[in-house]
């Protein structure tokens, strides 16, 4: 008599005589089934050479092997570095890496978690867009899976948060600068796309005031996330027109700060310490680029393979234990000050 055609993990739980649930169990980790439970099992699988589809099991489980990372926008280097250590962590930890970018948009960014509710995950690691984020969208999400955020925190949302301190990371390197030359003015953009410049502009504030110096702020026009050609094209503005209370200039980021390097070098003036300098310019971030600019970019290092491991250390823990946490843990990392030639 021949053997009857199995389709799917039913038909084959059916032929064996047990149940679809132990079945299911043995899939996901054979020894969570009793030993004569587990030979017959793979008796069977010898027999029948049935091998289950391991996308639909992860379907059907209330918990899959897959993890969701989103982040802002990969075209930045600074973003593609951070998922890049993310994923490894989450590869190390047994679990599927499934790296969404939202280019810089809310409406992708709240389609990037459509996607992810589809597949049930596990969890998912947020980084955020910040203000240009539908909170709402992004909350209930977040109140269905278990989730992450890192570098830019929602207030309120999700199981935990990872970040920078903006208050100590900008007080160092306004205290170097001010210790080393002229106080700086600070070089913003007026509508900022990420939560992190709005700490920064207050963090500069304090910073300056708690040293003695009057804050002196510059912002500029420019939406989205090109903000090297915004750097350069409202730096050589600014230079053009002698608006610089200073000769020193703390950029919001490093990427503002690459171009506004940019746009002195067009402008003639040399940055630096240097004999001949007339202009310091420095940044915060630490961008992979920021180290090979001319001069070189004084900056803030994030501390950002440690943010990466708390985070996945974090949601692993929750997708473990399967328990939401009863406090949102909220967790900031201090900066690095990094002394380059520009300042």
Same mark, same amino acid.
Not at 8 to 36: H, L
């Given at each position: 008599?021949?053997?009857?055609?199995?389709?799917?993990?039913?038909?084959?739980?059916?032929?064996?005589?047990?149940?679809?649930?132990?079945?299911?169990?043995?899939?996901?980790?054979?020894?969570?089934?009793?030993?004569?439970?587990?030979?017959?099992?793979?008796?069977?699988?010898?027999?029948?050479?049935?091998?289950?589809?391991?996308?639909?099991?992860?379907?059907?489980?209330?918990?899959?092997?897959?993890? /969701?990372? &989103?982040?802002?926008? +990969?075209? =930045?280097?600074?973003?593609? @570095? %951070?998922?890049?250590?993310?994923? #490894?962590?989450?590869?190390?930890?047994?679990?599927?890496?499934?790296?969404?970018?939202?280019?810089?948009?809310?409406?992708?960014?709240?389609?990037?978690?459509?996607?992810?509710?589809?597949?049930?995950?596990?969890?998912?690691?947020?980084?955020?867009?910040?203000?240009?984020?539908?909170?709402?969208?992004?909350?209930?999400?977040? /109140?269905? &899976?278990?989730?992450? +955020?890192? =570098?830019?925190?929602?207030? @309120? %949302?999700?199981?935990?948060?990872? #970040?920078?301190?903006?208050?100590?990371?900008?007080?160092?390197?306004?205290?170097?600068?001010?210790?080393?030359?002229?106080?700086?003015?600070?070089?913003?953009?007026?509508?900022?796309?990420?939560?992190?410049?709005?700490?920064?502009?207050?963090?500069?504030?304090?910073?300056?005031?708690?040293?003695?110096?009057?804050?002196?702020?510059?912002? &500029?026009?420019?939406?989205?996330?090109?903000?090297?050609?915004? @750097?350069?094209?409202?730096?050589?503005?600014?230079?053009?027109?002698?608006?610089?209370?200073?000769?020193?200039?703390?950029?919001?980021?490093?990427?503002?700060?690459?171009?506004?390097?940019?746009?002195?070098?067009?402008?003639?003036?040399?940055?630096?310490?240097?004999?001949?300098?007339?202009?310091?310019?420095?940044?915060?971030?630490?961008?992979?680029?920021?180290?090979?600019?001319?001069?070189?970019?004084?900056?803030?290092?994030?501390?950002?393979?440690?943010?990466?491991?708390?985070?996945?250390?974090?949601?692993?823990?929750?997708?473990?234990?399967?328990?939401?946490?009863?406090?949102?843990?909220?967790?900031?990392?201090?900066?690095?000050?990094?002394?380059?030639?520009?300042?």
């Amino acid at each position: 008599m021949n053997d009857p055609k199995i389709r799917n993990m039913e038909d084959f739980a059916a032929v064996i005589g047990i149940s679809r649930p132990t079945v299911s169990k043995f899939f996901n980790d054979p020894d969570s089934v009793r030993k004569s439970t587990r030979k017959r099992i793979e008796a069977a699988l010898e027999r029948y050479e049935y091998r289950p589809n391991i996308y639909a099991v992860n379907q059907n489980r209330r918990q899959t092997k897959n993890v /969701g990372l &989103v982040v802002p926008n +990969l075209t =930045d280097p600074f973003f593609a @570095g %951070i998922a890049r250590t993310i994923e #490894g962590l989450i590869v190390n930890a047994g679990f599927n890496p499934l790296l969404l970018s939202s280019h810089g948009g809310p409406e992708q960014e709240i389609a990037n978690l459509d996607s992810l509710r589809a597949i049930k995950p596990a969890g998912v690691l947020l980084a955020p867009l910040g203000r240009a984020s539908d909170t709402d969208q992004v909350a209930a999400f977040a /109140g269905e &899976v278990p989730t992450v +955020l890192f =570098d830019a925190n929602l207030d @309120g %949302i999700g199981e935990a948060f990872f #970040g920078s301190d903006n208050t100590q990371s900008i007080g160092l390197i306004v205290e170097y600068l001010c210790r080393t030359g002229e106080p700086p003015v600070f070089f913003e953009m007026k509508t900022p796309v990420n939560p992190n410049a709005h700490r920064r502009h207050n963090a500069y504030f304090a910073a300056m005031e708690r040293l003695g110096h009057e804050p002196h702020v510059i912002q &500029v026009s420019g939406e989205g996330w090109e903000f090297e050609e915004i @750097g350069f094209r409202e730096g050589t503005r600014v230079i053009a027109e002698g608006r610089l209370p200073t000769n020193t200039i703390l950029c919001s980021n490093d990427r503002l700060a690459i171009g506004l390097l940019s746009a002195a070098f067009e402008s003639g003036l040399k940055v630096g310490l240097g004999s001949g300098c007339t202009l310091r310019v420095a940044g915060h971030d630490d961008h992979p680029f920021s180290r090979y600019t001319c001069p070189t970019l004084t900056t803030v290092s994030q501390d950002y393979d440690s943010i990466a491991a708390r985070s996945v250390e974090t949601l692993m823990r929750l997708i473990e234990s399967e328990i939401r946490a009863e406090k949102r843990e909220v967790t900031l990392f201090q900066g690095r000050l990094t002394m380059r030639g520009s300042a």
